[in-house]
């Protein structure tokens, strides 16, 4: 499957260099004013010789280069840690087109990792900043910032790249930008035509743990084929920080849920009512309080490693950005990248997972697609509900059930020929009109065996379509 791909994509990229050549005859091409001998030597020593790694049909040529300097064009997703990374290997090895979103401006905390950034640019947008660097650093780089989300962008600005690279921290980010990809895929008769793949790289880390995967929409596992093996944000049990408290993380979270609010600290009385004051993760008295009252908690039930560093880490939900990782994951994205443009070795099948937090520890896997991925596989997923279940539960069930883990579901059904609003939570007004429907039961609501729901949400751009069938 995958060498049968391979070849496709490197049939894919000859056709564009053909037309990129025609091109140039006409507008005289774009001069290769920054050039100098030797400079892409260590590029060549991969795609102009043969080795005992490249890939079976590679063969050694001088139009690869060509391919990556002048027509691959590369998207990079985020110009944060793992983004600043990404641009600087991707314009080293070659690449020279590429763009770059980011919806983020330049913070002080960002400074020693997010290595493009200085001082004086904080309060920028990273995407400009990031590119200028680039662009100035890398002769001959053009870096083209968008300092957008990505969901501000459309299917025609998407379809213009050849490759794209996810350094995201979200994953309702990565999900939407799954879904885009795969909105763009092209069936004919229900066979799917190779050439409407982009290939999209994701990188992902979170403290001394990192992965890297190689995704062909439509051909390989998608982000929502795995999505289990995202755990949803970190909650502890209530029960086991009420009661049985066992880690200092526990400890925290009594104070921050259970005591702040009980206690009220730094609250006071105003005319003649009493008011709370909300935990500020960023004061430092707050916090200083919080730490305190754990360690009261701690000292209770014997637990150490409650510390002033753990509490604002707990408090502010901080997940520690290690630079070396974002390092070594970044340089993995580039070089798959790198591997799929030149099409001189096989990629990455599919799925590498890189922890270095005792020794070091590395390995791959291939991710299987998921039958009945709800973004991906092209059937609609069925949805068991009994006629007398309410509305409610088919919204509980969207945003709990860990295949779906959907953040904001509008739920819409053709009723009696006309499409019908059943529920929608972004709009405050539709919100309320619609909210009565969650206390009804899908039969009142005139829903029926095999209906059809269509359910939009911020992880994809598409609407999903879900098959109601009823059990009795
Ligand atoms: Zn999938």
Known sequence: MNLLLFSLFREKKRRRVVELAEKMVVDGGDGSTCEWEGRWNHIKKFLERSGPFTHPDFEPSTESIQFMLETCKILVIGAGGLGCELLKDLALSGFRSIHVVDMDTIDVSNLNRQFLFRPKDVGRPKADVAADFINSRIPGCRVVPHFKKIQDLDETFYKQFHIIVCGLDSVVAR??????????????????????????????????????????????????????????????????????????????????????????????????????????????????????????????????????????????????????????????????????????????????????????????????????????????????FSPSSKLQEVLDYLTESASLQMKSPAITAAVEGKNKTLYLQSVASIEQRTRPNLSKTLKELGLTDRQELAVADVTTPQTMLFRLCFTS
């Open 175 to 384: 999900r939407w930008m799954n879904g885009m990809l795969l909105s763009l895929l092209v069936y004919e008769d229900g066979v799917l035509d190779t050439g409407s793949i982009i290939p999209l790289i994701d990188g992902g880390t979170e403290g001394f743990k990192g992965n890297a995967r190689v995704i062909l929409p439509g051909m390989s596992a998608c982000i929502d084929c795995t999505l289990e093996l995202y755990p949803p944000q970190i909650n502890f049990p209530m029960c086991t920080i009420a009661s049985m408290p066992r880690l200092p993380e526990h400890c925290i979270e009594y104070v921050r849920v259970l005591l702040w609010p009980k206690v009220s600290p730094f609250g006071g009385r105003k005319s003649n009512f009493f008011y709370c004051v909300a935990l500020d993760g960023d004061d430092p008295e707050h916090i200083q309080w919080v730490y305190q009252k754990s360690l009261e908690r701690a000292a209770e039930f014997n637990i150490r490693g409650v510390t002033y560093r753990l509490t604002q880490g707990v408090v502010k939900r901080i997940i520690p950005a290690v630079a070396s990782t974002n390092a070594v994951i970044a340089a993995a994205c580039a070089t798959e990248v790198f591997k799929i443009a030149s099409s001189a070795y096989i990629p990455l099948n599919n799925y590498m997972v890189f922890n270095d937090v005792d020794g070091l520890y590395t390995y791959t896997f291939e991710a299987e697609r998921k039958e009945n991925c709800s973004a991906c596989s092209q059937v609609p997923v069925d949805l068991h």
